[in-house]
Structures are given as C-alpha cells and as structure tokens.
C-alpha cells in the first residue's frame, strides 16, 4: 500500500541551484527532513534545466522520508524567456511591452502542454495568449 504524505510543500526553485538558504530552508525545515539531501537530489534531477523555474512538489512522509516532482516552468516564465523580458507590463490595459508571433505561442504551448487544461494544440495556444496579454504583450492570435 503507499505510503500518504503527512505534509506537502510547494516550492517554485531554479533548476540546479536548490540550496539550504531560504525559501528552501525555510519551507522545509519545520518539516524535519533532510534539507541538504533534498537540494542533492533536486539539483541532481534538474541540472539539464539549469536556469529554468520549476514549481515543485515535495510529499513529506510521517517516518521523515520525501520524494518529490517537477511540473513545467510558469507561464510567466515562457513568455518572458521567449521575448527575453524582464517582466510584464506594469499596466498591462495601457501599456504594451512585446509583440508574440503565432509560432512563438506555439511552442510555449507545445512545452506546457502537459501542465494546462487544454484539449488540444489551438486551445492551449489561446490560453498562452490570454497570459501574454494579461502581462501586456500583443500576439497575432485570432487577427
């Protein structure tokens, strides 16, 4: 039978460079689990993502003992790497910071795909567009 999690944490880290310094210190070590042992073995898993954020998911067991998973970097964090943006628009209604192509919303939908709730390829791509323009970025989607 598996075993349940007694606690779960939720963290957003950069891959390949967890370490026991805060917010990683902090979240897990009221937790009582090995922290360094997490940061060995997130760093581990996620070196070929070095530079990405990762939202992770750490399941704490009663005997002290931890896995954990890896879902796709944020929305946020697609758009910006793709028009290499520091951040959104602080008015996003008024003021606009990029332009999105049609192929450009295609491939962040394509490498999220996993993490949406989206049925199909044009659906995701529409919710790839409604967070571009919500961060105050135009995109060719639906001209």
Not at 26 to 41: D, H, R, S, V
Request: positive net charge.
């Amino acid at each position: 039978m598996a075993k349940k999690p007694t606690k779960v944490v939720k963290l957003q880290l950069k891959a390949g460079m967890a370490n026991p310094a805060p917010p990683v210190g902090t979240a897990l070590g009221p937790t009582g689990i090995q922290i360094a042992e997490f940061c060995k073995q997130f760093n581990d898993k996620t070196r070929e993502q070095m530079g990405k954020v990762l939202p992770t998911v750490i399941n704490i067991y009663e005997d002290r003992s931890f896995d954990f998973y890896t879902k796709q970097p944020p929305m946020t964090w697609w758009i910006k790497d793709a028009l290499q943006l520091k951040s959104g628009s602080k008015e996003s209604h008024k003021v606009k910071v990029g332009h999105m192509t049609v192929a450009q919303l295609k491939t962040i939908a394509e490498g999220k795909m996993p993490d949406l709730n989206a049925n199909d390829l044009d659906h995701a791509m529409s919710i790839v567009a409604g967070s571009a323009r919500s961060m105050g970025i135009t995109t060719d989607l639906g001209k």
